[in-house]
């Protein structure tokens, strides 16, 4: 089993960046391929970004390729997403997720979470 627990959530104003973090214990780290997810009012979870095992394969969400960056550090049992250029679109409850074998981009494959830290974009 693996635990998850995000930070780094909080109000950014538009234009801005923030940096979130999902420290993991439990299980071995990097067996785990890892993924950020995010779920605004009102809306289903959607995919934003995910990181093979080794970090060599980061696949992004459309909607936020050029803006944010997913990396891990597997001796700290850590990812990141950095997130720049923030707009008020990018406003939601962000959920770090992990699964054995490879990454996705479907939700439903993942079957570890974390609790989600909210990221509020202010116009």
């Known amino acids: 089993q693996v635990q998850l627990v995000e930070s780094g959530g909080g109000l950014v104003q538009v234009g801005g960046s923030l940096r979130l973090s999902c420290a993991a214990s439990g299980d071995t780290f990097s067996n785990y391929a890892m993924g950020w997810f995010r779920q605004a009012p009102g809306k289903e979870r959607e995919f934003v970004a995910v990181?093979?095992?080794?970090?060599?394969?980061?696949p992004y969400a459309d909607s936020v390729k050029g803006r944010f960056t997913i990396s891990r550090d597997n001796a700290k049992k850590t990812i990141y997403l950095q997130m720049n250029s923030l707009k008020p679109g990018d406003t939601s409850v962000y959920y770090c997720?992990?699964?054995?074998?490879?990454?996705?981009?479907?939700?439903?494959?993942?079957?570890?979470w974390g609790q989600g830290t909210q990221v509020p974009v202010s116009s």
């Open positions: 990181i093979s095992q080794s970090g060599d394969d980061t």
């Open positions: 997720a992990a699964k054995r074998l490879l990454p996705t981009s479907l939700a439903t494959k993942y079957k570890y």
